[in-house]
């Protein structure tokens, strides 16, 4: 079956860095996608990967090893406004998006 | 302007009515979805609709019936509401349904509490 992994729950500090891991084994695959959803809101898209590597935006980073299985968000500069869930997804190879439970991050002073 | 509306945001009735929740794109997206989100936070694809024509049908049982107007509108109603029928239902849009960057954006979301 297709399957997203990622911790339920973390804890950081503000003005920390935090890595919030995902795994993952999908028929076939097509990118992978990292959304954020404060409590009582919508999700909302932070970054997509499709090819090996690094990509950038500002204070959130996400990478990605395809032979691995395997991506990571990383957020430098934690603000209290990072306290919400991180849910990974990934698309299959045909093109529907399997969802992770979600990583809720919370932020302490 | 509001990019994906729904509504009512918040909806309580007792079990067996029958309700519905719309939503609207002023995106101009092709495709629109409805998702489940329950109380351990996993969001389930019920439908998926591209230019009015059901592209995705999970296996939700089949009191819920979506209803696509026009491309801009993805209704859904459910029939003999249950109590496992509590939850959080997402209406969601993107440009196209077959490419990897299909990026969606998402309503505000429609609490459901079957009593």
């Known amino acids: 079956g297709q399957n997203i992994d990622q911790p339920t729950e973390m804890t950081a500090t503000e003005g920390a860095i935090v890595q919030i891991n995902c795994t993952y084994q999908t028929s076939g695959f097509n990118g992978l996608f990292w959304y954020q959803q404060h409590a009582g809101e919508a999700p909302t898209f932070l970054s997509y990967n499709v090819l090996d590597g690094l990509e950038e935006k500002g204070r959130f980073s996400s990478f990605l090893s395809r032979s691995k299985g395997y991506s990571y968000l990383l957020l430098k500069e934690l603000q209290m406004k990072d306290s919400a869930s991180y849910l990974c997804?990934?698309?299959?190879?045909?093109?529907?998006?399997?969802w992770g439970a979600g990583t809720k991050l919370i932020i302490k002073p | 302007d509001t990019a994906v509306s729904q509504t009512p945001k918040y909806l309580v009735t007792q079990m067996g009515n029958d309700k519905s929740i719309k939503c609207e794109q002023n995106l101009g997206h092709d495709t629109m979805y409805w998702y489940k989100q329950d109380s351990k936070k996993f969001l389930k694809i019920m439908f998926s609709?591209?230019?009015?024509?059901?592209?995705i049908n999970e296996t939700v049982p089949n009191r819920f019936s979506p209803k696509s107007p026009d491309k801009a509108h993805l209704n859904l109603h459910i029939n003999s509401l249950e109590l496992g029928d509590s939850a959080v239902y997402f209406c969601a849009s993107s440009q196209d349904s077959g490419s990897g960057a299909n990026v969606l954006t998402f309503g505000a979301g429609s609490r459901l509490t079957v009593l």
């Open positions: 997804a990934v698309m299959d190879s045909n093109y529907q998006l399997i």
């Open positions: 609709y591209n230019n009015k024509e059901l592209i």
